[in-house]
């Protein structure tokens, strides 16, 4: 394991914000960290960062604890923050090599360094340009960028493709998979099912400070093998109907995905999802279309939680 936190908790004032977490995180994996605001994502990334002294518990990199040790892990850790830190007014080569100098690289290495990282990044032609002229999702790339030079190990991404175009979008997908064909291993945070579905080879789902699963993508969803999702449509707003929904049997959550289009989580068998669709049908609220599926992540997170990523 390249990363393990036995019983790690943070507490701010009196509000337990990680409570008590254990995690594995295997070398050579991209692992996801994945629950809603406030799970205690940053946090936890943030303790194995080092930015943040766990209030207690254990954390080791390597099998060596870094709590009493961050340099176990500085030298061999990117981390790139959920909020960009850069400097506007300056280029983004500039940027790069400030921050190279600050972990000790310099002169022919550090300009291999910024040449190498800023092709993975694919910004060769703006790094000219000051950051302040830069998209959302260019200087997201930089900012993944400044945690690349070093060549770490281990890379902690916390959030990275809110808020910034498909193409970049996209990009640092590819990049994320690309790093860790290499040997990189990611811890990756995300309120994006889609995401973390196509990346992450095990995951933590996270709520209210605690880790409330974990496994493969496999295991999880083999937890919900008795569980269906009913995706429906309409074509009037659903909002005024969703209580009457959660009080139809079997129907465990529900997600509501725009105002006209709604996912159900139901358990039983064909029956029981007949039934429902039935109900609702009764309702006469514009059914105009269903789809039922089996579960995925989605389904797992709704069935522990009772409510979807997003509300
Ligand atoms: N420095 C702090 N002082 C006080 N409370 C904090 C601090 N940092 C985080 N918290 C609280 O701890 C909880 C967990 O926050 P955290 O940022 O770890 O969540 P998150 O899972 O990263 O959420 P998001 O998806 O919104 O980024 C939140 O309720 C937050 O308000
Ligand atoms: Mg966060």
Redesign the pocket.
């Known amino acids: 394991m390249i990363i393990k936190a036995e019983n790690l908790k ?1 507490v ?2 009196n ?1 337990v ?2 409570d008590g977490i254990n995690l594995e995180i295997p070398s050579g994996q991209i692992v996801g ?1 994945l ?10 990334i ?1 303790m194995i960062s080092t930015l ?1 002294k766990p209030t207690s518990g254990r954390l080791l990199f390597d099998g060596k604890d870094i709590v009493k040790e961050p340099k176990w892990i500085k030298p061999h850790l990117g981390y790139v923050p ?1 909020e960009i830190a850069l400097y506007q007014t300056l280029t983004g080569y500039e940027n790069l090599k400030y921050f190279g100098g600050l972990y000790g690289l310099k002169g022919v290495e550090l300009k291999k360094r910024i040449a190498s990282v800023s092709e993975i990044i694919g910004i060769d032609d703006r790094l000219k340009d000051k950051v302040e002229q830069y998209s959302g999702g260019m200087k997201r790339r930089i900012n993944i960028g400044v945690a690349l030079l070093h060549n770490p190990k281990l890379i902690i991404m ?2 990275p493709t809110v808020g910034i175009d498909p193409q970049s979008r996209n990009h640092i997908l590819d990049t994320v998979k690309l790093l860790n064909e290499q040997g990189m291993t990611v811890i990756y ?1 995300s ?1 994006y099912m889609e995401e973390v579905e196509a990346l992450c080879q095990s995951v933590y789902i ?1 709520d209210h ?1 605690k880790v409330i699963a974990s496994g493969t993508q496999e295991e999880l969803i083999s937890q919900s093998d008795s569980h269906t999702a009913i995706h429906m449509t309409f074509d009037v707003s659903v909002k005024e109907y969703l209580a009457r929904f959660k009080e139809i049997k079997n129907v465990m959550a529900i997600t509501q995905n725009t105002e006209m289009d709604v996912s159900i989580l139901a358990s039983g068998n064909g029956n029981s999802q007949k039934e429902i669709i039935h109900e609702i049908m009764s309702m006469d609220i514009g059914l105009v279309s269903f789809d039922v599926t089996k579960p995925n992540l989605e389904q797992v997170f709704l069935k522990l939680t009772g409510r979807g990523l997003r509300d």
Do not use: R
Request: overall charge neutral; proline content about 4%.
């Open positions: 943070k701010f004032g509000f914000a990680v960290l629950g809603p605001n406030g799970a205690g994502k940053s946090t936890t943030s943040y959920q916390d959030e945070t309120h996270m400070g």
